[in-house]
């Protein structure tokens, strides 16, 4: 599946309907979600980092593109990679990368990994030099990190959203909004609107009941994989 068959998942669809993608951490859990069925997958920057043994915003870049590489590679469906920031790459070299690594998508967060928002019009004209390495080839996801790091103001997001949406992201991704704010962001951005759900299937219902067009997991899945396993140890153990 190419990039524009991926932009076109996150169209059209009916209320209720999100689109789903499971957040594989390595190769093994990626095949089992494709093997599922599902249409395509969005790995998570935190989940990698976890698997890799790094706490996450540590992961080396190049171990970061390597990882999501390996995912890739086991799958025929699409990925798309949270590739948190852009490491500090000039939007360039950042496209070249992922697109070395096979995606077809990314997530670029507003914080700067120390808890703090980046400036919206910056980020924003950051954002457009991305999309214009990347032409159509990279379905941009773009994290508005008002809800983890900023005031929580529904509005700010809103701005913030619709700056990174004129300089060509695809869709938008507040991060921990609370379920009350859904209409304010409903109404006020264009587009596609990510929201985060947990791994279980009434979370999703509800997220994808409330107006979520696509539904992500962040490290959810893989936390909850290594709590299994984890229950398994203690089993085991005695």
Not at 8 to 30: E, I, K
Not at 44 to 70: C, H, I, K
């Amino acid at each position: 599946m190419t990039a524009a068959a991926f932009r076109a998942l996150h169209h059209d669809r009916a209320a209720g309907d999100a689109l789903v993608l499971p957040g594989p951490w390595d190769a093994g859990s990626a095949k089992v979600f494709a093997d599922a069925g599902f249409p395509a997958l969005a790995t998570p920057s935190a989940g990698v980092a976890a698997s890799l043994g790094y706490e996450d915003g540590a992961t080396p870049p190049d171990e970061m593109f390597a990882a999501v590489a390996r995912i890739v590679r086991a799958v025929s469906v699409p990925v798309s990679a949270d590739v948190e920031g852009g490491y500090g790459l000039a939007p360039a070299e950042l496209v070249e990368r992922l697109l070395e690594a096979g995606v077809v998508g990314c997530n670029l967060e507003d914080s700067d990994g120390h808890g703090t928002l980046k400036d919206p019009q910056q980020h924003a004209d950051w954002l457009a030099e991305v999309r214009a390495a990347a032409g159509d080839a990279l379905v941009i996801n773009a994290r508005v990190d008002t809800f983890l790091f900023g005031t929580g103001d529904p509005t700010d997001a809103v701005a913030r959203a619709q700056l990174y949406v004129a300089a060509g992201a695809d869709c938008v991704y507040p991060l921990l909004a609370p379920p009350e704010v859904f209409p304010v962001l409903q109404e006020g951005i264009t587009g596609p609107i990510n929201m985060a759900a947990g791994p279980a299937p009434e979370s999703v219902a509800e997220v994808a009941r409330l107006g979520a067009t696509r539904i992500t997991f962040g490290p959810g899945m893989q936390r909850y994989t290594m709590g299994r396993v984890a229950d398994l140890a203690a089993a085991l153990r005695g």
